[in-house]
């Protein structure tokens, strides 16, 4: 997997949940109750069980990680991998430490030029 597709789908997933929070919170705001029937239900851990099950797959040994970023992590938290230690702040960070962690590669730059035999 490319860095570029790792975070485009790391920061589409953690806007996704991002969202879906801010909604909970609005629920909140008109009735608590409300949230545990929109949330606790069968439909509901059905698509969390399967979207779980898509990032393993999807990033294998990174989902740990992932999972981490998308669920646990706080602005500021901090990683050590090897005596290095990454603070991860945001999305950028988190994908810098990724990349110096896991060395996933970065696209080829396509030149626009075509090789002659």
Same mark, same amino acid.
């Given at each position: ?46 698509? &969390?069980? @399967?979207?779980?099950? &898509? ?27 090897? @005596? ?14 990724? @990349?110096?962690?896991?060395? &996933? ?10 090789? @002659?035999?």
């Amino acid at each position: 997997m490319y860095i570029e597709d790792f975070r485009e789908i790391v920061l589409k997933i953690k806007t996704g949940i991002e969202c879906r929070e801010k909604y909970l919170d609005n629920l909140r705001k008109i009735d608590v109750s409300l949230v545990d029937s929109v949330v606790e239900n069968k439909y509901v851990d059905s698509a &969390l069980q @399967e979207n779980d099950f &898509l990032i393993g797959k999807l990033f294998g040994d990174l989902s740990d990680d992932v999972f981490w970023f998308l669920y646990d992590h706080k602005p500021g938290f901090e990683v050590v991998v090897n @005596e290095v230690k990454y603070v991860i702040t945001d999305i950028d960070s988190y994908v810098d430490y990724i @990349e110096q962690v896991y060395n &996933l590669p970065m696209k080829p730059k396509n030149t626009g030029t075509c090789e @002659e035999e």
